[in-house]
């Protein structure tokens, strides 16, 4: 399994775009990248998953350059309640595959 | 969407006893969950990983003798904590995922918080 470095925490006002990147040198050809979120006392939620380039959905954009060393987790427009914990995790994504959670960045909003 | 959902949130129970932890997928059958453990300020720790049917799988370091996982059906795995210490107190947190190849989502329960006194 790639390990992943992420910052581990960031400070942001409400209204701001929130870019969130993480390293993964040793990504392999199978790999996908997931994003999570956690808050406090709760489960890991999803927020986005890729496998190269840009990807967007609802809630976020995650950008994968070529080499797919890293990837970046941007957040439009954040609001207090995006303060959370964000999981970069990058694995194989079949049915078997075990999420293994890094250190993960704690993302502090301010009003 | 699909949810996984644990049951109690939140258990204490006193030094020595045992306590049972529920995971259920509620839309979806799962033939692999995972377990994690999680202390204050600290990211998921996964324990085992628990196969229907079969034995379950535990990470290094974890004492398959304490933590008993038991996955009887496609929905339901449990965790059973057992002669819990003050040392047992922490956020259990299962998961499942949903797919087989391909894209596969990973889905969380909402934890549930262990307090052994």
């Known amino acids: 399994l790639a390990k992943t470095t992420q910052p581990i925490s960031m400070d942001s006002y409400e209204g701001q775009e929130v870019n969130i990147t993480c390293s993964h040198n040793?990504?392999?050809?199978?790999?996908?990248i997931t994003w999570y979120q956690q808050f406090p006392s709760q489960g890991p939620r999803f927020i986005i998953q890729?496998?190269?380039t840009k990807v967007t959905n609802e809630v976020a954009s995650l950008f994968i350059p070529a080499d797919r060393k890293s990837s970046t987790l941007s957040l439009p427009r954040v609001s207090l309640s995006d303060t959370a914990v964000y999981y970069c995790?990058?694995?194989?994504?079949?049915?078997?595959?075990?999420?293994?959670f890094g250190a993960g960045t704690r993302l502090f909003v301010k009003a | 969407g699909a949810v996984v959902s644990q049951h109690p949130s939140w258990v204490i129970c006193k030094s020595g006893t045992s306590v049972k932890i529920e995971c259920r997928s509620l839309?979806?059958?799962?033939?692999?969950m995972f377990w994690y453990r999680q202390f204050p300020k600290q990211s998921l720790m996964l324990m085992a990983t628990?196969?229907?049917?079969?034995?379950?799988?535990?990470e290094q370091g974890v004492e398959k003798d304490k933590f008993l996982i038991n996955h009887a059906s496609l929905t339901l795995s449990t965790l059973t904590v057992t002669s819990a210490h003050p040392e047992d107190s922490s956020f259990y947190i299962c998961?499942?995922?949903?797919?087989?190849?391909?894209?596969?989502?990973?889905?969380f329960g909402q934890g549930t918080r262990l307090t052994v006194v």
């Open positions: 998961s499942a995922r949903r797919g087989q190849g391909g894209f596969t989502e990973a889905f």
């Open positions: 040793n990504i392999a050809t199978n790999d996908y």
């Open positions: 890729g496998y190269k």
């Open positions: 995790l990058v694995g194989d994504d079949t049915g078997g595959f075990k999420t293994i």
């Open positions: 839309d979806f059958q799962a033939t692999t």
């Open positions: 628990s196969n229907e049917g079969s034995k379950a799988t535990y």
